[in-house]
Nanobody
Framework: QLVESGGGLVQAGDSLRLACAAS????????MAWFRQAPGQGREFVSG????????YYGDSMNGRVTTSRDNAKNTVALQMNSLKPEDTAVYYC??????????????????WGKGTLVTVSS
């Protein structure tokens, strides 16, 4: 089970840190990712991190403004978002996959999803 937290209402230019807590065991084996879905749009890849943090991947829309990290001892993965823009308003989802990736995964590659946390950025 994946549970996201940290969403809320912020102003443009602010920073926000999202967290995802995993339960159920085997966390360190999973590729962990963040996706987002804006109103009326499809789900978009934001970031991902391999099981041992050796590689991280970022989508084009937030690249340079986000950093993802994981703590296998605590079964958590975080998304640090900086310089937020109104167009970053979306529901942000944590996702997990046992597949190996050499780049950006599709949402269809993910095995488990959290329920999401809403981030609203006002102008």
């Amino acid at each position: 089970q994946l549970v996201e937290s940290g969403g809320g209402l912020v102003q443009a230019g602010d920073s926000l840190r999202l967290a995802c807590a995993a339960s159920g065991g085997g966390f360190s084996a999973y590729f962990m990712a963040w996706f987002r879905q804006a109103p009326g749009q499809g789900r978009e890849f934001v970031s991902g991190v391999v099981w041992n943090s050796a590689f991280t991947y970022y989508g084009d829309s937030m690249n340079g403004r986000v950093t993802t990290s994981r703590d296998n001892a605590k079964n958590t993965v975080a998304l640090q978002m900086n310089s937020l823009k109104p167009e970053d308003t979306a529901v942000y989802y944590c996702a997990a996959s046992l597949k190996n990736f050499n780049g950006v995964p599709s949402e269809y590659d993910m095995d488990d999803w959290g329920k999401g946390t809403l981030v609203t950025v006002s102008s």
